[in-house]
């Protein structure tokens, strides 16, 4: 017999931020390393903006700037180079501090960038690692308690007697997940309990027996175990109200 799954949506959306976090890391470390390995190859040197050159880009409808430079470096005279790159404010006759490789002179980069790249990424991916790591961390020990209830915990039969929105998650602007809220069929127990989000699709009846656990000393500390009720699971979406 199929049983209800808690619905996931959540954590999820969580677990892929902290996949993206784990890759923005890594390529953050990965670009610092090789940038910090490269930049001994080339060395500081000044440069003067000899001309500049607007190319307009009609499939992108936009004016990018050809930078040309002229520099001594190591005794040689280097006439109308490229510089690769612009920055706003740049005019002919400006000097700039450029880096250029030891080993091939007319190979320059901007210094700014090599350094902004790796922390660009180590920043991102420490902002996406910390907005995924605690909601996960909390689920963990959910799941910790709950199992332990299961283990541990009074059992105790409850009635279904509402099914809510759970409005905490949306899918295309739409509520997907529900919640049931059951009470004791035991009537000499008055509580009311609150099942995990569950998918929709899972058309559960009022009136249904659900298993529920609980802590004997702190009613609040509970587990709706929706896998413990039979169900009818619908083809298509039940339509929201």
Known sequence: ?????????????????????????????????????????????????????????????????????????????YENISLGYWQTGYQVGDEISIYCNKNNPTDIIMREIVIAVPIILLGMGAIFFLLSIFPI????????????????????????????????????????????????ANENIIHEFNSLPFNRKYHLPLESLVDVYYDNKNFDNYYVDLSSVKFEEISEPEKTS
């Open 1 to 77: 017999m199929k049983k209800i799954k808690v619905s996931n949506a959540n954590i999820s959306f969580f677990c892929v931020f902290l996949a993206v976090s784990i890759v923005l890391l890594c390529g953050g470390l990965v670009f610092g390393i090789y940038y910090a390995y490269n930049l001994v190859n080339y060395q500081e040197t000044q440069a003067v903006i000899t001309n500049i050159e607007e190319v307009y880009d009609q499939k992108d409808n936009e004016t990018n700037y050809k930078v040309y430079v002229n520099f001594d470096f190591n005794g040689n005279f």
């Open 137 to 184: 961390i909390k689920h963990c020990k959910k799941q910790k308690i709950y199992k332990n209830l299961i283990k541990n915990g009074k059992l105790i039969k409850c009635k279904v007697t509402s099914i809510i929105q759970d409005t905490s998650y949306r899918m295309n602007g739409a509520f997907v997940n529900r919640i049931a809220v059951c009470i004791p």
